[in-house]
Structure formats: C-alpha cells, structure tokens
C-alpha cells in the first residue's frame, strides 16, 4: 500500500511537470527586484486632479500651497490622538486627518497627521493631507464643513 501510494504520488508529480520545476518557479522571492509594491497606492496627482483637489478645497489656493518659512515640526497619531492634539477640530463621526497649530506668532507650526495605517484604511493620501495641513501654516483659511 504504502509502495502504491509512492507510486501514484511520483507518477501525479510527472504527469503535472512539477516533478523537474525549477523550486523558483512557483515562489518569487518578494525582493528581488526592490521591496514589493505598497497595498495602497495613492491616485497620481495630475494637473486635472489637483484641479478637482483645489475645488474641493482639499489642496489649498496656489498662494498657500508651499513650503513653510518657519519652524515646521510633523507629528504622526491615532485618531483619538489627533482629537486629542486638536479637540474640537474634528465633527463627531468624521475621519481625523489631520490639524494645524501656529504658535509664537506664525514662527513655529506643528502639523498632526493621521498615521500611514489610518490615512490607508480612509483612502487618503499623506501628501493631500500634509500639503493642506501646511497651507494653515502659510495663513489659509477655510470654512470647516458642518
């Protein structure tokens, strides 16, 4: 029986050709040809995007969208953490992305954004966030929604 079983166990491996398959073949080492590509990838931000971003007031007017003169420190957090930076920024029930506080007369600003599993989980990207965030920094403004 267990002669049987050798047997129709080697002649399964030669009928499907796995019998002389490279071992490479079925398993491709994940970093062969540089790390694997990210689960989340972030829509490519073309000029008709960016477009539709600004109108959606998600990317701030061209006036404010760049770098920041002053001292500019980033920080990274849970959503309860960024309600907790930030308390009353966020509407209950909405996603906290990310919020801005300027201090010492616009001479230092610190950005709190939603960490990379978080933005990922929403679909947001942390480019979006951070240049709308550092837009505040500049002195843009906006309505909040309600």
């Known amino acids: ?12 491996l030669l009928a499907t ?3 002389d398959a490279q071992p490479d073949m079925f398993v491709k080492p994940t970093w062969n040809n540089g790390p694997p ?4 990838k972030p829509k490519q931000l073309t000029p008709q995007y960016i477009t539709w971003l600004r109108k959606m007031n998600y990317l701030p007017p061209e006036e404010f969208d760049h770098e ?4 500019l420190k980033i ?3 849970t959503q309860q953490e960024l309600r907790a930076y930030c308390p009353g920024s966020f509407n209950p029930g909405w996603n906290a992305m990310g919020c801005t506080k300027r201090g ?7 950005i709190y954004i939603l960490n990379d599993q978080g933005l990922q989980s929403i679909g947001w990207d942390g480019e979006v966030v951070l240049r709308h ?6 002195g843009w403004h906006h309505e909040r929604a309600r």
């Open 1 to 12: 029986m267990k002669k049987t079983l050798l047997t129709g166990i080697a002649v399964l």
């Open 17 to 19: 050709g796995t019998a």
């Open 37 to 40: 590509e990210p689960y989340f």
């Open 68 to 71: 920041y003169k002053g001292e």
């Open 75 to 77: 920080v990274r957090g």
């Open 104 to 110: 010492f007369d616009g001479a230092v600003c610190i």
């Open 133 to 138: 965030e550092r837009a505040h920094c500049n």
